[in-house]
């Protein structure tokens, strides 16, 4: 199976667009990150707005090819409740991380350096503690990545909500909630890009576990607490690796898991049969 989706032409399609994604948020937020003249307004809101209008865009551009993740903290909350596999999990981070220096580096270039690197890295501020900002980053990514969950879950019952558009302005409240108390990253490979190109690593580790631990809390929050489909079985399912879609699609259509089991069975025999 892994060879498989390792030749296949749509793998790779991702993978690519995991690296051109993230290359396209960073450069985004960072340039909208970096003042302007000494009597421009300064503050979250150019990259909070910034933020919100690139993840809309990479969403149509992207959505239907990779699921525009471009955030490492995104991809491992999918891999976390089982909806992304290890594979293409880790191709998918590779990917990310691998844009976001493309992307730091491009503007790093583009840009005087001297004036431009400090507002590139995510930093704590000097009268907060890193535990506060690691906070911070847990609950903004929390918000966002919850937003995500409820998007495809209302996706996958063909909602008409326009769910870019909500991803879009979640990325939006993240940055405008904690900008001034973290950065608001969200976004480890967003972190990660500046922190290879400028050598500040300074508190980097907070731009990591914090997002992380938000995103999982959030995916599995949903996925086992809100979502229509929730259920005991459900999470029993995931916490010992038995086939999720099975039980989802009996607590979704009332039937008993033998009964859906029976139905996937048949199913895998006739695509077999039909194979050869």
């Not at 991809?75 to 596999?85: E, G, I, K, Q, V």
């Not at 004036?115 to 690691?134: G, I, R, S």
């Not at 903004?140 to 998007?151: D, I």
């Amino acid at each position: 199976m892994m060879w498989r989706e390792l030749r296949s032409r749509q793998f790779w399609r991702a993978m690519l667009a995991e690296v051109l994604g993230t290359l396209v948020l960073v450069s985004t937020v960072l340039g909208a990150s970096v003042p302007g003249p000494a009597d421009a307004p300064r503050g979250p809101l150019y990259p909070a707005v910034a933020v919100g209008a690139v993840i809309v865009a990479l969403g149509h551009c992207f959505g239907e090819i990779s699921g525009a993740q471009v955030n490492p903290a995104v991809t491992l909350s999918l891999l976390a409740t089982r909806r992304l596999n290890v594979l293409r999990a880790l191709v998918y981070i590779t990917a990310q991380c691998l844009g976001a220096s493309l992307g730091a580096g491009a503007l790093y270039l583009a840009l005087p350096p001297k004036t431009t690197a400090e507002f590139f890295v995510n930093k704590v501020p000097v009268d907060l503690h890193a535990a506060q900002a690691l906070g911070i980053e847990i609950l903004c990514t929390f918000q966002m990545v919850l937003t995500v969950f409820s998007v495809e879950d209302q996706r996958r019952r063909e909602s008409p909500e326009p769910g870019n558009l909500a991803i879009g302005l979640a990325h939006t409240a993240g940055v405008l909630i904690g900008a001034r108390f973290s950065g608001a990253s969200m976004n480890p490979a967003r972190s990660l890009g500046p922190a290879l190109i400028t050598g500040i690593w300074e508190n980097h580790w907070v731009y990591w576990i914090g997002p992380v631990l938000g995103a999982v809390l959030a995916g599995v929050s949903h996925e086992f607490f809100f979502a229509r489909s929730a259920s005991r079985h459900k999470l029993v399912a995931c916490l010992t690796c038995k086939d999720i879609d099975i039980v989802e699609t009996a607590s979704m259509t009332g039937s008993s898991l033998s009964t859906v089991t029976q139905n996937a069975m048949r199913a895998k025999q006739a695509n077999k049969q039909e194979n050869n």
